[in-house]
């Protein structure tokens, strides 16, 4: 009972594409996602009951709708590795624009 990690409910016509269990990195996802053009929600499924801020007592998914989530996972893999986002656009050069 106690080994099983809590999941991500499932939505109608949306996804998750991030759990993390602080919120200040929710935050930072969320607005992440929102500079993108990326509709997303959070979902928190923290017990207030116990002020923890670990673990699945203080679990946040953050969800995209469903037709967005290969924007979002591409975004969020290229920021995890220090990549720049551009959305549908190509840097063929190597170079960033405007430097």
């Given amino acids: 009972m106690f080994n099983k990690k809590i999941e991500p409910d499932k ?9 993390t269990s602080v919120e200040s990195e929710a935050g930072l ?11 997303c929600q959070r979902l ?8 923890v801020n670990f673990g699945d007592l203080s679990a946040l998914y953050i969800y995209v709708p469903s ?20 959305g549908d656009e190509e840097d063929t050069d190597g170079e960033n624009p405007g430097t």
């Fill in 11 to 19: 939505v109608d016509d949306w996804k998750c594409v991030y759990e």
């Fill in 44 to 51: 928190s499924k923290k017990d207030t009951a116990y002020n």
């Fill in 67 to 86: 037709d967005q989530s290969d924007a979002a996972e591409k975004a969020l893999n290229e920021w995890k590795e220090g990549k720049i986002y551009k």
């Fill in 29 to 39: 996802v969320e607005a992440f996602l929102r500079d993108h053009d990326i509709d």
